[in-house]
């Protein structure tokens, strides 16, 4: 067998190629909503991932005012949910994310609306399900 030919592929800035993804969060459980985010603006789901590189996607979250909060947390966060329904994905999922440069830099790709609109149709988002990402 030939050596070469078993050579790791380690992904760069400039090979990666970045979607537009929209969630709908609509009866959506607020944890394993942010977990799924985070993974895929962290690029966990592709077969290029590579730790130290931003190979995640675009992540446009609509419907964050309809998300479930679920146990005894229930308090608190539903006056987050009252006034700014963004705050709570938001906070949930850079809680997910690396306390460093690159996890700031993955937060800046998410995108949280409180409604069903959003200002990103240009870049021809595509929809997906929460249950269809690996």
């Known amino acids: 067998m030939d050596s070469l030919s078993y050579k790791t ?13 929209v969630i709908d969060a609509t009866n959506e459980v607020l944890g394993r909503l942010a977990s799924q985010i985070a993974k895929i603006l962290r690029g966990k789901n592709k ?4 730790p130290h590189v931003d190979c ?3 992540v446009i979250v ?7 909060l679920t146990g ?10 009252a006034k700014k329904p963004t705050f709570i994905v938001e906070k949930a999922v850079k809680g ?12 800046k790709n998410l995108k949280v609306y ?21």
């Open 62 to 68: 609509i419907n964050a005012e309809k998300v479930k």
């Open 72 to 81: 005894q947390r229930f308090a608190t966060p539903a006056d987050y949910l």
């Open 47 to 50: 077969p290029s991932y590579t």
């Open 96 to 107: 997910m994310l690396p306390r460093t440069r690159l996890g700031a830099a993955l937060l």
């Open 9 to 21: 592929i380690s992904a760069n800035a400039s090979t990666v190629t970045k979607e537009w993804i």
């Open 114 to 134: 409180a409604g069903s609109e959003h200002p990103h149709a240009a870049q021809n988002p595509k929809t997906i399900k929460l249950n269809e990402i690996k």
């Open 56 to 58: 995640g996607d675009y």
